[in-house]
């Protein structure tokens, strides 16, 4: 393996500079393509709902090693409270500052240079790699990588492994590898009673009243323990909204958002009957929308982890753990597919904060860490 250069500190700079606030791409995606065309990767445009996705295939045989990710970005919030400006992508002190930097262009730019080595020096690679990208993952996450998966797997294109180059880092640079999450289950909770005068209760119904014992027993539920691989399962009630702007008028509909993250001890079924039953022994009308945002996965230690591990052991001298932890990424479209998949990339501690920032010393690393697991992977 050739040393990476600051190719990917200069590619990150100009994809920082480009503000692509989700669902936006600003060109990212072309920039990456006109890096990946010259070097053999055949150019797909999967785009959808006015989302920006990217399929580059380098290579027909198998293993299909991927590398994904997400070229937008959330909101900077309010840029007066930045050191620089957000989309500036200044270099500080080592580090570089902007928008995205972290979440997750840091990735993007690290396993695109790590490509580009990797083909230089291995034109004739066993196997193929891939590039999938979306504009997407920041926001709804419906026209995104689950519309690339989906077109994917309907042409019967199987990916055998795959890194989501997003921020798992936690405490210091390669200490941890996602490879797995949790699930995410939200309701919205419509609790119907009877409008009225407050001085007339007996007139009305108040639903606000009538639904706070039935969610004080759902705050105590205990919905598994866990096991070897994820926490026990956690329900957050995320809002409580009623009422009718008068301070006199009983309401007829309190409405309440929750949000579960689950591990696969238990089932989306199984949730969904016990909140029900909940409600109904609590002799509530209530109307409940559902909404599965993910399913749980896992990606066993094998083959992807080992050789990430090694790759991380080599240029970091640390041990990264695998762990399940966190929020939810695009790995929930890509792992049903039967693919090994797993997230690794820079430190997370500033990311979607005001002055998010990547340390350059890590992104070169990084690079170099993804380039060593494509040469262990597809040089067998």
Known sequence: MTNPTNDSIEL????????????????????????????????????????????????????LMVFAGHTDVVPTGDANQWSSPPFSAEIIDGYLCGRGAA????????????????????????????????????GPAIHGTKVVIEKLTNRDEKIDYCIVGEPSSTTKFGDIIRNGRRGSLGAHISVHGTQGHVAYPHLADNPIHRAMPALSELTEVAWDKGDEHFPPTTLQISNFNAGTGATNVIPAIASIELNLRYSPAISIEHIQSSIESLFKRHNLNVTIEWKDSARPFITQQGTLCEALQSAIEKHTGSSASLDTGGGTS??????????????????????HQIDERISCRDIETLSSIYEATLVTLLER
């Not at 669902?23 to 709902?49: H, V």
């Not at 396993?111 to 920041?138: M, W, Y």
């Not at 695009?330 to 990311?351: C, H, L, S, W, Y």
């Open 12 to 63: 990150l700079v100009d994809l920082v500079q480009r503000d692509s606030v989700t669902p936006e791409d600003c060109g990212c995606q072309a920039l990456i393509a006109s890096r990946l065309e010259p070097l053999g990767f055949t150019i797909e445009w999967m785009n959808s709902g006015g989302v920006t996705n990217l399929w580059a295939r380098r290579g027909t045989a198998s293993p």
């Open 103 to 138: 979440d997750m262009k840091g990735g993007v730019a690290a396993f695109i240079t790590a490509v580009e080595r990797f083909v230089a020096q291995n034109d004739q690679h066993p196997g193929s790699i891939a590039v999938l990208l979306t504009s997407d993952e920041e």
């Open 330 to 351: 695009d790995g929930r479209f890509i792992a049903p597919t039967g693919a090994q998949v797993v997230e690794f990339g820079p430190i997370n501690k500033t990311i």
